[in-house]
């Protein structure tokens, strides 16, 4: 199974800019589908974005324009650059592994493999 460790979360302005990293070991993540989750204070863990094997990506409504999902299969690591930051985008980013492809891929239980989450707050 693939072990993932997020990094690069931390404290930004609204507006502002900052990338979020989930390296991979154990297994090479350009075998997996990969994808970011969310989870706000008080609320449920909801998907933000996600790539395929093959560099398909898909978002989350409220961050399309603004988020870009990438992979590094050299660095066997998966970025999100997020950008234009808003207050509401504060919670715990988590990246998630599956090597089962699905169209969307944006349910919690389509994915086997957690990494621990890196905070994410946004002020205003």
Same mark, same amino acid.
């Given at each position: 199974?693939?072990q993932l460790?997020e990094s690069g979360?931390?404290?930004? /302005?609204?507006?502002g800019s900052l !990338?979020?990293?989930? *390296?991979?070991?154990? =297994?090479?993540?350009?075998? #997996?589908?990969?994808?970011?989750?969310? /989870?706000a204070?008080?609320?449920? !863990?909801?998907?933000? *974005?996600?790539?395929n =094997?093959?560099?398909?990506? #898909?978002?989350r409504?409220s961050v399309?324009?603004r988020?870009?999902?990438s !992979?590094?299969?050299a660095?066997n690591?998966?970025?999100l650059q997020m950008?234009?930051?808003?207050?509401?985008?504060?919670?715990?980013y988590?990246?998630?592994?599956?090597s089962?492809?699905y169209?969307?891929?944006?349910s919690?239980?389509q994915?086997?493999?957690w990494?621990?989450?890196?905070?994410?707050?946004?002020?205003?």
């Amino acid at each position: 199974q693939v072990q993932l460790v997020e990094s690069g979360g931390g404290l930004v /302005q609204a507006g502002g800019s900052l !990338r979020v990293s989930c *390296a991979a070991s154990g =297994r090479t993540i350009s075998n #997996y589908a990969i994808a970011w989750f969310r /989870q706000a204070p008080g609320k449920e !863990r909801e998907f933000v *974005a996600r790539i395929n =094997r093959s560099g398909g990506t #898909y978002y989350r409504d409220s961050v399309k324009d603004r988020f870009t999902i990438s !992979r590094d299969n050299a660095e066997n690591t998966v970025y999100l650059q997020m950008n234009s930051l808003k207050p509401e985008d504060t919670a715990v980013y988590y990246c998630a592994a599956t090597s089962t492809y699905y169209t969307l891929g944006t349910s919690q239980s389509q994915y086997d493999s957690w990494g621990q989450g890196t905070q994410v707050t946004v002020s205003s």
